[in-house]
């Protein structure tokens, strides 16, 4: 039986870990996109390594309670520190204290500096045969390489949306409320379930693709219409914060919520509103993608959108708007604030401009 139930997509990723669960390698490097389901796949391997066949240590890892299972998370918002790089290292040497081996994960390495990284590098490089660490991050270029090159790395992608929809569907939700959330969340399994019964994805879904036809090119009117997209977006983040609110009340019923947990839900909220603004310029491209393919005689992604619509600007143009459009998700990747990326992307998309 697979150690992953409930887990959407990725099965050539849980295939390998199942194989490996019985022999880890001493060190893993889980890379791929931000909300795609890593760093939960990675908690449930963490927990089977040191839980085995016991289900009730299983249960107790995947809540935090168990000694052998060691989650290191930034301090607040910011990094991991050379302090706890030098805790892991002084930990690395004990003996686990149930379990045949003892586990570090660390759920967001992305923040691992040189120092913190120097510190843990020879631990990971000769570690103690009992001692695996689980590292999670977006690219293997967030590391240092003499890290990432320790690492077994297990690379991970997008979610195809058919996936996503039949994923959603075994788990009881309605076919169309499957395909909404699917399309919205871009490949990302774990925010296509929060929102997958929220009404607000359509209306989030029809702000957006309205943008072509509502730009002015002046900047007081791109600013409004950015709070408009930006507001869609709130709704959406709620459906989240619910789901969070609800994971605590079944896992931790006492009320005694571990810090650690707290700090990584308001990560969590950072990391699916970014994911939110990158859905929503993804489907702004696929909207100029579509006026080119539409004038090509080639299929549309979004049948939805009126001719008049699609034949506004020529297929170049659109093909330029959607490179621009792309522009402003590298803009968001680089941390620009959104509200001046976005507000500069709908004055340069202004097709009378």
Known sequence: MTIFEGIIGHDAVRALLDDDVESPAQAYLFVGPSNVGKATIARQFAARIVAGEDEDALRRALVGNHPDLVVVAPEGRTSITVDQARG???????????????????????????????????????????????LVTDSEEDLPATVASRCRTVVFGRVREEEVVSGLEGLGIARADAEQAARISGGRPGLALSLATEPAVAEFRSVWLSVPDRLTGHPGDAYRLVSEVLGATEPLLAAVKRRQEAEIERTYPDGQIPKAVAERHQREIGRSSDALYVTGLELLASFYRDVAAAQFGADVQNPDIGVGSLTRINPREAVHHAERVMQAIEALDANQRPQLALASLFVDLDPDG
């Open 88 to 134: 892991i290292v002084a930990s690395a040497v004990r003996t686990p204290l149930e379990a045949d081996a003892k586990v570090f994960l660390l759920e967001e390495a992305s923040p691992l500096n040189d120092e913190a990284a120097n510190a843990l590098l020879k631990t990971i490089e000769e570690p103690n045969a009992r001692t695996k660490f689980i």
